[in-house]
């Protein structure tokens, strides 16, 4: 074996190394660290099943969110927002409210109090259900 080839065996196999530790050391890294610029609606969802839905909450709801967030946010029924808006679009729950006024052509601000409305509704009818 040449010095080169050895010097280049050597240079790979400190790499796999590197790698192979770097991915160990990755697998016990906590998900939540990487939440630095969380948003303050993210910190409510990953905590709302502790703490009971409000009315108040329902204001935080922003057009950058997906049906699918708001739905799980609020323990919304899976097509209660699609039945409730009349949402055809194949890739409900999966889209943002933005980009469902953008692709019909409908005003964001005017469809996303139709959805606050929507979930002050459900929140309404079932904080009086539970009482």
Known sequence: MTRKTFEACLIIAVGISCITVLVQVL??????????????FSYYVSTHRR?????????????????????KAFGLPGEYL???????????????????THKHGLPTDAFLGRVQGSVMDYVTASSTLTK
Do not use: N
């Open 27 to 40: 697998k016990h890294v906590p998900h939540g660290i990487q939440t630095k610029r969380q948003h303050p």
């Open 82 to 100: 699609r039945d409730g808006l009349g949402i055809s679009d194949p890739r409900y729950p999966f889209i943002t409210i933005t980009y469902y």
């Open 51 to 71: 703490h009971p839905v409000s009315v108040a909450d329902v204001s935080r709801i922003e057009s950058w969110m997906t049906f699918d967030y708001i739905t």
